[in-house]
């Protein structure tokens, strides 16, 4: 008759040892977290973590800041983006650096800097027919 303990050391090698015992309810423990984020009935708890993830990295980006100005492409010189910003109710500013046919805009009704992007006033400039980029 063999006890329990030199039956247990036959097929195992032994008792495991604490360390192991103790790393493997972690990783129990572990992949059961994991498991109960991926339940579709535990939604709101992984609802929550996205929330708090969000969060996390918003505070991490600075905010953005737009300015009154606009870079919009139109072929035909000087003269024509300076009657494409009058039409479009823009000021024309100048022209960027060598290039012929980018120019910057600014608009009369917009601050100098702000924080949400005028997508508005984008799209009237998107909308002209002489006017092949703007951002």
């Not at 097929?11 to 309810?25: H, V």
């Not at 990783?27 to 708090?52: F, H, K, S």
């Not at 494409?84 to 823009?90: K, T």
């Amino acid at each position: 008759n063999f006890s329990l303990s030199e039956k247990f050391s036959t097929f195992t090698m032994g008792p495991l040892p604490c360390w192991a015992l103790w790393r493997s309810s972690v990783v129990t423990w572990t992949l059961l977290a994991c498991l109960a984020l991926l339940d579709p009935c535990n939604g709101a708890v992984r609802e929550d973590i996205d929330a708090e993830h969000a969060d996390m990295e918003q505070r991490d980006q600075p905010a953005a800041i737009y300015w009154n100005q606009w870079g919009v492409e139109v072929a035909g010189g000087e003269e024509r983006a300076r009657r494409v910003a009058r039409e479009a109710g823009f000021i024309y500013v100048s022209r960027v650096g060598t290039l012929d046919d980018f120019h910057t805009f600014a608009h009369p009704d917009h601050p100098e800097r702000h924080h949400e992007h005028a997508h508005e006033k984008t799209a009237v400039l998107h909308e002209h027919s002489d006017v092949r980029w703007a951002e």
